[in-house]
């Protein structure tokens, strides 16, 4: 049973290939937005088929045969709409909003499609904040990924919560709020990845974005037809210098980065409950591009699950291998058409026109993630391309590109053998995940969170990842490596210096809590021909 939770976002539908052209250029699915429209094409057909996504917010869309606000429009068709964790009443709670987040992900418009537009969505109005708060909120977050018989694989969160609510005092960001600690605990027992909308201006929603598990969204704006520069309103940078106002209370303490990955934001057609289009801006509509990938992803691993594909396993599911893979795809620095850097197709910069190489994440081993650009642009061509090759362990050399979900015992280190040499200044990306182990407090041993239950930090181990040449044994000497001591995301965009055979050594450097480490890790590089 696996799922990925994803906070904010878009998504879109299924095209004909004369559609195709139309929302094709400038658009935030086109080739130079994720590039999703032609996995919707012959011969991917990936639409999200018979796969549950969910979306959690204060309102809902409105259900075609339910509420008079979509009497005149069935471009979305939820699956089932809940007020917390009961049934939507007809009328009540349906919010333009969550209309257009939902759009992003399932609208099935001929003209406007979502990124999945055959996925099944299951939505939950948490209600007005004024009479709901954390404890509401995780349990209609907790009903959503019940739902589909337990089989959710992504939900969308495109709201927050403001620390000024938060019942702790003198609350910061420091992972440890009611409603962090509910998406960090629900993504490892729901197997869901969460992605939630970065936090987006000063005083902003910035409750849940200090969790670990999740995936969190900053977005882009458009120049000469292609999202590739993170919008100037994402409330996203280091800035915790000494006597800043903002530390603890809009970033994350400690230096722990709050950006995952970064998707189209700015100027997104959107249709209203009216069937009538508008444009908006935010990290609400750039969370849903990412939770509707998650859908074509699942639903290719589970065509390939279907003929017993080799290298294909129910592990395919798990919430961190959607993550490794989403984020180890995603785009940097546009190739120069060489594939020497992994054919990438866009260069991303950041506010103030840095590129990765700028970037201290590019510098320091120690920072996997950049302040603004996360690990990168979501791309979901590219992610179905790094998902493809299926999952390889390291009893046998692995190829060029592929993924892998699997343990580490304490003090050990795991070893994958690539097949080929890699190619002297060709990149390799490399990205390792693991979840922070939160645990309920079960107090009627229901094995289900309720409205008087907490939840227990049992903090992170800590992994470490290096790239390591093999040709000389008798020296070996780690070429790149990613050494954060405060994340669960280990990272390695590096260079290779010299025709040669590498291996990816995993490591456990620290046991904090238990002595088995589950972790997923997901590669891609440039084999010598």
Known sequence: MNKIWIICGLGVSCLTVPV???????????????????????????????????????????????????????????????????????????????????????????????????????????????????????????????????????????????????PRPEAVLDGQALLTLCIDWSSRVHDVVYAIAGNQGKGG???????????????????????????VSNLAGNNQGVGNRLVGKEFNIGGRRSISLVAPGSNIPLLNPDGKLNKSTGSSFAAPHVTATVALLQEF???????????????????QVMKAVLL?????????????????????????????????????????????????????????????????????????????????????????TLAKPLKHNSFVAITLTWDRLVELEDKNKNQEYDVNESFIDKRLNNLDLDLVKVDDLTTEVATCSSLSEIDNVEHIFCPIPANGNYKIRVRFKEQVNEPTQAYSLAWWTVAVN
């Open 205 to 231: 929603i910035p409750i849940p974005t200090d969790n670990f598990n999740g995936i969190n969204v900053a977005f882009s704006s458009l120049r000469a037809g292609i999202f590739n520069k993170v919008h």
């Open 301 to 319: 691993a589970d065509r390939q699950l279907r003929i017993k594909q080799p290298n294909w396993t129910i592990d395919a599911r798990n919430h």
């Open 328 to 416: 180890n795809s995603a785009d940097k620095i546009q190739d120069r058409g060489d594939g020497l850097w992994l054919g990438m197709t866009r260069t991303l910069v950041d506010k103030q026109n840095r590129d990765w190489f700028a970037s201290d994440a590019y510098k320091y081993a120690k920072i996997p993630l950049d302040d603004q650009m996360g690990i990168g642009h979501l791309n979901a061509f590219r992610a179905y391309q790094q998902f493809l090759p299926g999952q390889w362990q390291p009893a046998t050399s692995i190829p060029a590109i592929g993924w892998d979900y699997n343990t580490i015992n304490t003090a050990s280190s795991v070893e994958y």
């Open 20 to 166: 195709l052209a139309s929302v094709q250029f400038g658009s935030s699915l086109g080739s130079g937005g994720i590039d999703v429209l032609k996995l919707h094409q012959p011969p991917y057909n990936l639409t999200g088929s018979k796969i549950a996504i969910g979306q959690v917010e204060i309102g809902r869309p409105g259900m075609f045969g339910l509420d008079k606000a979509v009497s005149k429009n069935r471009a979305i068709s939820p699956v089932a709409v809940f007020f917390g964790t009961t049934l939507a009443k007809s009328n009540s709670g349906v919010d333009p909003h969550a209309y257009n987040v939902a759009a992003v992900m399932v609208s099935q418009d001929k003209a406007w499609p979502g990124v999945a537009p055959d996925a099944r969505l299951y939505s939950s109005a948490v209600g007005s904040t004024k009479n709901m708060g954390q404890p509401e909120e995780c349990l209609s977050t907790q009903h959503i990924a019940l739902q589909n018989s337990g089989d959710v694989r992504a939900i969308n969160f495109s709201f927050g919560e403001p620390l000024n609510r938060d």
